[in-house]
T-cell receptor, first 111, second 111 residues
Framework: DAKTTQPTSMDCAEGRAANLPCNHS???????VYWYRQIHSQGPQYIIH???NNETNEMASLIITEDRKSSTLILPHATLRDTAVYYC????????????FGAGTRLFVKA | DAGVIQSPRHEVTEMGQEVTLRCKPI?????LFWYRQTMMRGLELLIY????????DSGMPEDRFSAKMPNASFSTLKIQPSEPRDSAVYFC?????????FGPGTRLLVL
């Protein structure tokens, strides 16, 4: 699986958009970009994933650059409950394949 | 759906004792993953199963660790004998396709 690079931590004001970047310059053509988050003391939670087109769901939006070497997860209106560690992962999209979690980005949403 | 169920939620034991962690995946899922999380090493994949068969156990630390999946609805992770450095949160996750769903974790403390 391709390696990802994320900032160690970020701050965001409550109610503002949180934009979390991820670099994955060695991504392969068949690898997807996945985002998970882990709220303190809980198991990781799936957020969103995509291949090359931008994706949106009820939790977030995922913007992938045209060359697919980087992406941005957007939480449109961050709340205090969005404070968590956010993991960007690239892997093939198939069940039964292992997912390698890096260090992630620790997002602090402040009132 | 109850989600992934893990037991016990907390375990305190003494060095040298056997520890067994249990996991019930989401019904219908065909892949199961065991992770360990510590402050120092982050979230590490220990082993994963596909259709009850171990596919990759390269993350298992040493022979003291063993995992089984006797059927599609149950898996165990055993540590024998346990050591203080095994203290961590152990997560089980299951998936059908590309999204993994994590359990609440078992917090293990080995004294």
């Amino acid at each position: 699986d391709a390696k990802t690079t994320q900032p160690t931590s970020m701050d965001c004001a409550e109610g503002r958009a949180a934009n979390l970047p991820c670099n994955h310059s060695t991504i392969s053509g068949n690898e997807y970009v996945y985002w998970y988050r882990q709220i303190h003391s809980q198991g990781p939670q799936y957020i969103i994933h995509g291949l090359k087109n931008n994706e949106t769901n009820e939790m977030a939006s995922l913007i992938i650059t045209e060359d697919r070497k980087s992406s941005t997860l957007i939480l449109p209106h961050a709340t205090l409950r969005d404070t968590a560690v956010y993991y960007c992962i690239v892997r093939v999209a198939a069940g039964g394949f292992k997912t390698i979690f890096g260090a992630g980005t620790r997002l602090f949403v402040k009132a | 759906d109850a989600g992934v169920i893990q037991s016990p939620r907390h375990e305190v034991t003494e060095m040298g004792q056997e520890v067994t962690l249990r996991c019930k995946p989401i019904s219908g899922h065909n892949s199961l993953f065991w992770y360990r999380q510590t402050m120092m090493r982050g979230l590490e994949l220990l082993i994963y199963f596909n259709n009850n068969v171990p596919i990759d156990d390269s993350g298992m630390p040493e022979d003291r660790f063993s995992a089984k999946m006797p059927n599609a609805s149950f898996s165990t992770l055993k540590i024998q004998p346990s050591e203080p450095r095994d203290s961590a949160v152990y997560f089980c996750a299951s998936s059908l396709e590309e999204t993994q769903y994590f359990g609440p974790g078992t917090r293990l403390l080995v004294l």
